[in-house]
């Protein structure tokens, strides 16, 4: 971008792409228009052989009529004698059938005389025989050439048929004159225009236009037509050639135009937008540096150019001289009787004073010339361009007029100063720009010591001012250390005069501040105890900053404390060097009151700027160094997504990592309850010190209601409007008086809200980040960061299984419940899977339960979301370890039953998953296959690899996988085709919607089940809640049921006696509910419809059904 520096250039770059999308626009309309015409052309020709076509047929069916009339019904002498009258009726009917035809002929063996004819006319034929041509298809088939006919009053061509006896002479001729516009005519609604030519002699035979049927002299002709291809008439000696308007080109080029005109149009516009857009940030951009490069090289009092741009332009100014082979002249200013102006009128008049001096000085000095203010009274001036010895004192004379003149000031005073100078020559006294400033400094102090008694106000560097020069060598302010002992020294000696005015300089430098309206706002979120506290740190650090012991080192590290500071209150790198200035501008004024040598105040200036550099230098480095992490964690959060399974596992994560950024001290993500109050589901840093802070200050919970005083922090707003929200400081916006005092008391000063949806727009949750500063969240790179923030939690949600909106779990219920699961509240409840077949059971489900300290029972529906990846796998080992323990005592006691127990997709995809498996049947002595592992049919697997790597494991230890939840998703059949399931189980979703819509629903549980037993699995449906579900499951053919109708979820203990209890009567004759017979009645329908099914069919129970021990239908409904 260093090349593009100039507007035009700039301008040429960014308008490249809107010229390349013109053109592109233009070139594609082009194309478009050669579409158009190809379209066209393509139309004309389809149009043209249509027409051809048409004519033909009109042709080859008047030629068959001729010769089935000439043949079959006109006797062989028909030369000689009129037909019959039968005949002419049917010849009669025939032209009355046919307008197109004027008359039917027969006509002499030689063709030039009518015999007879259905229409009384002279007996000389239209045309002679010989000007008619034989067809080269048939050559009986005659056609003469178009002409007009007086008798038809129309232009007609005549077509005979010729009959001939068996030695091929001819016995006589039928025919008629065929009218041309009827022959011609034709129905079209586009602009065509044919024009018939006959080949024989390439006259026209005629031209049909608009519907109407002419002649070139006859019809109107467009000024210009466009010509399609010569098209052949088959079979006759025409052609066709098709014209057309080229309007009517340019009319299909516009008809589909207007969406691909809009899109290029607005293609066009958006891209000269956006180039506008990036042409005025590319000039704001500039502007901010031109703004910074000012301030950097710019006195802020004076607008003269300061210290730094001296030593950049005097260098320049000794090389431009050494090629023009000129002189140059530097002199050192200091003005005298200036500290009495501040000591009477103030230090406002002393600056209006210096700025109206520095107005008077530009006014006089060449364009050449060069004007700079050091500090206080204290300027350089560099002469350039002398080339005769009058110049210079021009040049002084002018200076000394300008500013002999009285100055006003503020309040209508008047004050008069005087001024001295030092000067030195290039190359005569030297040609190093540091040695002439040092040669100006001491002829200057030179000439304030002879203030009273020197014959001009400037003085020249030379042998009486050289041993001055030495004595104050150490001295030079482009030399003197601002750590060194001579720094300190002079510094020392100023710490008394320093302290009486350091208040007011705080004072002041505020009152300069507040003029700025970025650093009032900042101000002002501020409380007046803490701007109080504010003034009072700035005190501290002007002390620092003036100490004779400080060193470089110790000042960068308070600098980029105070930097730090900076950025999170939300103060940009441009404000704190415009800041800057003003400080330099207030203690150079401090510096110049100090009673001293001139050389002495001078020499502090130095010092102090030079510290100042320093200080601002390291702040606005360690600015720049807090703002940093912020997008760098963002990154870095979005390449470790892949790490997480579960929401909760990922929110906990990013709460705990997101606080250790700058500045921030808690984080929280909130969630309404039913009733409109948040609950905050994870916590990290100091918001549970913040929490019990808001208790002990009665403060409640916040509210989604937008009329209650705790429905106005940043959460609830950001919830009912989807935006973020922030609470600059808890101080200044009146809306957080209720929270203010539990907020301060733990360290928190502001507050940001992020609204956090998910991949369907709907809300989820909102984060909450608390900070250590006011205004800490108010910058747009702050904002930016937010909105990052939450694209990076909806992308994961987008993609996470735990995304679907579920009750908010209070934080310290989710705290408690991992706490009962890794502390021996974790109990496994059983419940039957019985076979529908022998009505017995075979297996039992493990169900998990948390029991509470209070006996309270918490099921899965509850706690499941609760846990992260790492509880789901303590989860499942610690299931599976009592499940297979009360199985081993089963097999001893009695029954011995089978042990199902779900399997998460997370526990699957673990490593040790196998292992853990393995080592709990190991432990057990438990027959693999007598375990059922049952995975979700909605689970979802990022690596299909991983996943199918680590069934093959599981199918390697001769467990059972178990598909649950069939029908609830869409990856079944899938599912079922790659991963070696031993059963399914129907989703007792489903089951339950059986009494609302009987026919589809028993349709399609049976078509589930038909589906597993045809892949050889066993099919077991669960949600069987009524005894009329359980018969229906039966007939349907179902292997195993499951459900309350059955029995319910019972503690391991009471299995046994269940068992023993148990019975299930089924009756195989008929159906007796009205389920059952909704699925009898399908079955049959399937049994028709796909007879190889009917053995299947037959082994169905087909019964009644009678559960003992089992609720009854009842107490279920």
Same mark, same amino acid.
């Given at each position: 971008?260093?090349?593009?520096?100039?507007?035009?250039?700039?301008?040429?770059?960014?308008?490249?792409?809107?010229?390349?999308?013109?053109?592109?626009?233009?070139?594609?309309?082009?194309?478009?228009?050669?579409?158009?015409?190809?379209?066209?052309?393509?139309?004309?020709?389809?149009?043209?052989?249509?027409?051809?076509?048409?004519?033909?047929?009109?042709?080859?069916?008047?030629?068959?009529?001729?010769?089935?009339?000439?043949?079959?019904?006109?006797?062989?002498?028909?030369?000689?004698?009129?037909?019959?009258?039968?005949?002419?009726?049917?010849?009669?009917?025939?032209?009355?059938?046919?307008?197109?035809?004027?008359?039917?002929?027969?006509?002499?063996?030689?063709?030039?005389?009518?015999?007879?004819?259905?229409?009384?006319?002279?007996?000389?034929?239209?045309?002679?025989?010989?000007?008619?041509?034989?067809?080269?298809?048939?050559?009986?088939?005659?056609?003469?050439?178009?002409?007009?006919?007086?008798?038809?009053?129309?232009?007609?061509?005549?077509?005979?048929?010729?009959?001939?006896?068996?030695?091929?002479?001819?016995?006589?001729?039928?025919?008629?004159?065929?009218?041309?516009?009827?022959?011609?005519?034709?129905?079209?609604?586009?602009?065509?225009?044919?024009?018939?030519?006959?080949?024989? /002699?390439?006259?026209?035979?005629?031209?049909?236009?608009?519907?109407?049927?002419?002649?070139?002299?006859?019809?109107?002709?467009?000024?210009?037509?466009?010509?399609?291809?010569?098209?052949?008439?088959?079979?006759?000696?025409?052609?066709?050639?098709?014209?057309?308007?080229?309007?009517?080109?340019?009319?299909?080029?516009?008809?589909?135009?207007?969406?691909?005109?809009?899109?290029?149009?607005?293609?066009?516009?958006?891209?000269?937008?956006?180039?506008?857009?990036?042409?005025?940030?590319?000039?704001?951009?500039?502007?901010?540096?031109?703004?910074?490069?000012?301030?950097?090289?710019?006195?802020?009092?004076?607008?003269?150019?300061?210290?730094?741009?001296?030593?950049?332009?005097?260098?320049?100014?000794?090389?431009?001289?050494?090629?023009?082979?000129?002189?140059?002249?530097?002199?050192?200013? /200091?003005?005298?009787?200036?500290?009495?102006?501040?000591?009477?009128?103030?230090?406002?008049?002393?600056?209006?004073?210096?700025?109206?001096?520095?107005?008077?000085?530009?006014?006089?000095?060449?364009?050449?010339?060069?004007?700079?203010?050091?500090?206080?009274?204290?300027?350089?001036?560099?002469?350039?361009?002398?080339?005769?010895?009058?110049?210079?004192?021009?040049?002084?004379?002018?200076?000394?007029?300008?500013?002999?003149?009285?100055?006003?000031?503020?309040?209508?005073?008047?004050?008069?100063?005087?001024?001295?100078?030092?000067?030195?020559?290039?190359?005569?006294?030297?040609?190093?720009?540091?040695?002439?400033?040092?040669?100006?400094?001491?002829?200057?102090?030179?000439?304030?010591?002879?203030?009273?008694?020197?014959?001009?106000?400037?003085?020249?560097?030379?042998?009486?001012?050289?041993?001055?020069?030495?004595?104050?060598?150490?001295?030079?302010?482009?030399?003197?250390?601002?750590?060194?002992?001579?720094?300190?020294?002079?510094?020392?000696?100023?710490?008394?005069?320093?302290?009486?005015?350091?208040?007011?300089?705080?004072?002041?430098?505020?009152?300069?501040?507040?003029?700025?309206?970025?650093?009032?706002?900042?101000?002002?979120?501020?409380?007046?105890?803490?701007?109080?506290?504010?003034?009072?740190?700035?005190?501290?650090?002007?002390?620092?900053?003036?100490?004779?012991?400080?060193?470089?080192?110790?000042?960068?590290?308070?600098?980029?404390?105070?930097?730090?500071?900076?950025?999170?209150?939300?103060?940009?790198?441009?404000?704190?060097?415009?800041?800057?200035?003003?400080?330099?501008?207030?203690?150079?004024?401090?510096?110049?009151?100090?009673?001293?040598?001139?050389?002495?105040?001078?020499?502090?200036?130095?010092?102090?700027?030079?510290?100042?550099?320093?200080?601002?230098?390291?702040?606005?480095?360690?600015?720049?160094?807090?703002?940093?992490?912020?997008?760098?964690?963002?990154?870095?959060?979005?390449?470790?997504?892949?790490?997480?399974?579960?929401?909760?596992?990922?929110?906990?994560?990013?709460?705990?990592?997101?606080?250790?950024?700058?500045?921030?001290?808690?984080?929280?993500?909130?969630?309404?309850?039913?009733?409109?109050?948040?609950?905050?589901?994870?916590?990290?840093?100091?918001?549970?010190?913040?929490?019990?802070?808001?208790?002990?200050?009665?403060?409640?919970?916040?509210?989604?209601?937008?009329?209650?005083?705790?429905?106005?922090?940043?959460?609830?707003?950001?919830?009912?409007?989807?935006?973020?929200?922030?609470?600059?400081?808890?101080?200044?916006?009146?809306?957080?008086?209720?929270?203010?005092?539990?907020?301060?008391?733990?360290?928190?000063?502001?507050?940001?809200?992020?609204?956090?949806?998910?991949?369907?727009?709907?809300?989820?949750?909102?984060?909450?980040?608390?900070?250590?500063?006011?205004?800490?969240?108010?910058?747009?790179?702050?904002?930016?960061?937010?909105?990052?923030?939450?694209?990076?939690?909806?992308?994961?949600?987008?993609?996470?299984?735990?995304?679907?909106?579920?009750?908010?779990?209070?934080?310290?219920?989710?705290?408690?419940?991992?706490?009962?699961?890794?502390?021996?509240?974790?109990?496994?409840?059983?419940?039957?899977?019985?076979?529908?077949?022998?009505?017995?059971?075979?297996?039992?489900?493990?169900?998990?339960?948390?029991?509470?300290?209070?006996?309270?029972?918490?099921?899965?529906?509850?706690?499941?979301?609760?846990?992260?990846?790492?509880?789901?796998?303590?989860?499942?080992?610690?299931?599976?370890?009592?499940?297979?323990?009360?199985?081993?005592?089963?097999?001893?006691?009695?029954?011995?039953?089978?042990?199902?127990?779900?399997?998460?997709?997370?526990?699957?995809?673990?490593?040790?998953?196998?292992?853990?498996?393995?080592?709990?049947?190991?432990?057990?002595?438990?027959?693999?296959?007598?375990?059922?592992?049952?995975?979700?049919?909605?689970?979802?697997?990022?690596?299909?690899?991983?996943?199918?790597?680590?069934?093959?494991?599981?199918?390697?230890?001769?467990?059972?996988?178990?598909?649950?939840?069939?029908?609830?998703?869409?990856?079944?059949?899938?599912?079922?085709?790659?991963?070696?399931?031993?059963?399914?189980?129907?989703?007792?979703?489903?089951?339950?919607?059986?009494?609302? /819509?009987?026919?589809?629903?028993?349709?399609?549980?049976?078509?589930?089940?038909?589906?597993?037993?045809?892949?050889?699995?066993?099919?077991?449906?669960?949600?069987?809640?009524?005894?009329?579900?359980?018969?229906?499951?039966?007939?349907?053919?179902?292997?195993?049921?499951?459900?309350?109708?059955?029995?319910?979820?019972?503690?391991?203990?009471?299995?046994?006696?269940?068992?023993?209890?148990?019975?299930?009567?089924?009756?195989?004759?008929?159906?007796?509910?009205?389920?059952?017979?909704?699925?009898?009645?399908?079955?049959?329908?399937?049994?028709?419809?796909?007879?190889?099914?009917?053995?299947?069919?037959?082994?169905?129970?087909?019964?009644?059904?009678?559960?003992?021990?089992?609720?009854?239908?009842?107490?279920?409904?």
């Amino acid at each position: 971008m260093s090349r593009l520096n100039t507007p035009s250039r700039i301008t040429a770059f960014l308008a490249l792409p809107v010229v390349i999308m013109l053109l592109w626009a233009i070139w594609n309309e082009f194309w478009q228009f050669q579409i158009a015409k190809h379209d066209v052309q393509a139309r004309a020709q389809s149009a043209g052989l249509q027409y051809a076509n048409r004519i033909a047929s009109r042709l080859d069916g008047q030629f068959s009529a001729l010769q089935f009339l000439g043949t079959a019904l006109l006797p062989p002498d028909s030369a000689s004698s009129p037909p019959s009258a039968k005949t002419i009726a049917i010849l009669r009917l025939y032209l009355a059938l046919h307008p197109s035809l004027y008359a039917f002929n027969i006509q002499s063996p030689d063709g030039n005389r009518i015999v007879w004819s259905t229409r009384r006319q002279s007996a000389r034929p239209i045309n002679p025989g010989r000007v008619l041509t034989p067809l080269s298809r048939n050559s009986q088939f005659l056609l003469g050439q178009d002409q007009y006919a007086q008798r038809v009053q129309s232009r007609v061509i005549p077509i005979r048929y010729r009959v001939a006896d068996r030695l091929g002479r001819t016995r006589f001729f039928v025919g008629t004159p065929y009218r041309v516009d009827r022959l011609l005519g034709h129905v079209d609604s586009a602009s065509w225009r044919f024009q018939v030519i006959d080949t024989r /002699d390439r006259s026209v035979v005629g031209i049909w236009q608009g519907g109407q049927v002419g002649w070139a002299a006859t019809l109107s002709k467009p000024a210009a037509t466009a010509f399609g291809p010569d098209i052949a008439v088959p079979g006759y000696p025409f052609m066709i050639q098709v014209r057309w308007p080229p309007a009517l080109v340019v009319q299909a080029w516009i008809k589909g135009a207007w969406p691909r005109w809009l899109l290029e149009v607005l293609a066009v516009a958006l891209l000269t937008l956006a180039a506008w857009w990036m042409r005025r940030l590319l000039r704001q951009q500039q502007a901010d540096r031109s703004r910074l490069r000012t301030a950097a090289y710019s006195d802020p009092l004076t607008g003269l150019p300061n210290r730094l741009a001296l030593q950049e332009r005097l260098p320049l100014a000794l090389a431009q001289a050494k090629r023009n082979g000129t002189q140059l002249a530097v002199g050192y200013m /200091d003005l005298d009787d200036f500290k009495p102006v501040n000591d009477t009128w103030g230090h406002a008049a002393g600056d209006a004073l210096l700025q109206s001096l520095a107005q008077r000085l530009r006014s006089c000095m060449r364009g050449t010339d060069l004007v700079a203010r050091l500090g206080g009274d204290e300027f350089v001036l560099v002469f350039e361009g002398l080339t005769r010895p009058d110049d210079l004192m021009a040049a002084l004379q002018r200076i000394h007029t300008a500013v002999e003149q009285p100055f006003a000031l503020p309040g209508g005073h008047r004050a008069q100063v005087g001024l001295s100078l030092g000067l030195t020559l290039y190359p005569d006294d030297d040609s190093d720009a540091d040695l002439l400033l040092r040669h100006a400094d001491a002829a200057l102090y030179v000439s304030k010591l002879h203030k009273a008694d020197r014959p001009h106000w400037w003085r020249l560097w030379g042998q009486d001012t050289q041993d001055s020069e030495e004595t104050r060598l150490e001295c030079n302010p482009l030399h003197i250390d601002p750590y060194g002992p001579t720094a300190g020294g002079l510094l020392e000696s100023a710490q008394e005069h320093f302290a009486a005015v350091a208040g007011r300089f705080v004072e002041r430098f505020y009152a300069a501040v507040a003029q700025e309206p970025e650093s009032t706002e900042i101000l002002s979120r501020l409380s007046p105890a803490e701007f109080i506290h504010l003034k009072a740190h700035q005190a501290k650090h002007l002390r620092s900053l003036l100490s004779a012991d400080l060193t470089e080192d110790d000042q960068r590290q308070r600098a980029a404390q105070v930097g730090r500071i900076h950025a999170l209150v939300g103060m940009r790198s441009a404000v704190v060097v415009k800041s800057f200035g003003r400080y330099l501008q207030l203690l150079s004024q401090i510096a110049g009151s100090l009673p001293a040598r001139a050389a002495d105040r001078q020499d502090l200036v130095h010092i102090l700027i030079g510290r100042l550099q320093v200080e601002l230098e390291a702040q606005v480095e360690s600015i720049q160094q807090t703002h940093d992490p912020f997008p760098q964690w963002i990154f870095r959060l979005e390449q470790r997504l892949p790490e997480w399974a579960h929401w909760v596992d990922f929110a906990r994560d990013m709460l705990d990592e997101v606080i250790k950024l700058p500045g921030l001290c808690a984080a929280v993500f909130y969630k309404p309850d039913a009733q409109g109050h948040f609950v905050y589901e994870f916590n990290s840093g100091r918001f549970g010190d913040y929490m019990r802070s808001l208790e002990r200050h009665g403060v409640p919970s916040l509210e989604l209601n937008r009329h209650s005083p705790y429905g106005q922090s940043p959460h609830p707003r950001a919830w009912r409007s989807e935006r973020i929200e922030t609470n600059p400081s808890y101080s200044s916006d009146p809306r957080m008086a209720p929270w203010k005092e539990a907020a301060h008391a733990v360290g928190i000063r502001s507050s940001v809200a992020i609204p956090i949806k998910d991949g369907r727009d709907h809300m989820v949750g909102v984060i909450g980040l608390y900070g250590l500063y006011p205004g800490q969240f108010e910058s747009a790179a702050m904002h930016a960061f937010f909105d990052s923030l939450a694209q990076v939690c909806r992308r994961f949600l987008q993609r996470s299984q735990s995304s679907r909106l579920r009750p908010p779990l209070p934080a310290q219920e989710r705290s408690h419940w991992r706490e009962r699961l890794f502390g021996g509240g974790l109990e496994m409840f059983m419940q039957p899977v019985v076979n529908l077949h022998t009505g017995k059971p075979f297996k039992v489900e493990a169900l998990a339960r948390l029991r509470l300290e209070d006996g309270q029972l918490i099921t899965p529906g509850q706690f499941l979301s609760a846990f992260g990846s790492s509880e789901l796998a303590h989860l499942f080992v610690l299931g599976l370890d009592q499940a297979l323990s009360q199985a081993s005592r089963w097999d001893v006691q009695g029954p011995s039953l089978d042990i199902s127990i779900n399997l998460p997709p997370e526990v699957l995809l673990d490593a040790d998953c196998p292992r853990w498996i393995d080592d709990a049947l190991q432990k057990h002595g438990m027959a693999p296959e007598r375990l059922h592992l049952e995975i979700l049919e909605s689970a979802e697997f990022d690596d299909d690899k991983r996943r199918d790597a680590a069934v093959q494991m599981l199918t390697d230890l001769g467990v059972r996988l178990v598909m649950d939840d069939l029908g609830s998703g869409y990856s079944s059949l899938l599912r079922l085709r790659t991963l070696p399931f031993h059963a399914v189980k129907i989703d007792q979703g489903l089951v339950r919607e059986a009494h609302k /819509d009987p026919r589809r629903i028993i349709g399609f549980i049976g078509a589930l089940v038909r589906l597993g037993k045809g892949l050889g699995l066993m099919v077991a449906v669960e949600g069987l809640e009524t005894p009329d579900l359980i018969e229906a499951a039966a007939v349907l053919g179902a292997d195993g049921g499951q459900g309350y109708a059955l029995a319910k979820p019972m503690p391991a203990s009471d299995l046994p006696d269940w068992v023993r209890h148990f019975r299930l009567s089924l009756d195989h004759s008929n159906p007796q509910t009205l389920l059952g017979t909704v699925a009898a009645d399908w079955l049959r329908e399937q049994t028709v419809l796909l007879p190889q099914s009917r053995s299947e069919a037959g082994a169905v129970v087909t019964a009644p059904v009678n559960c003992q021990n089992a609720p009854t239908p009842d107490s279920i409904q």
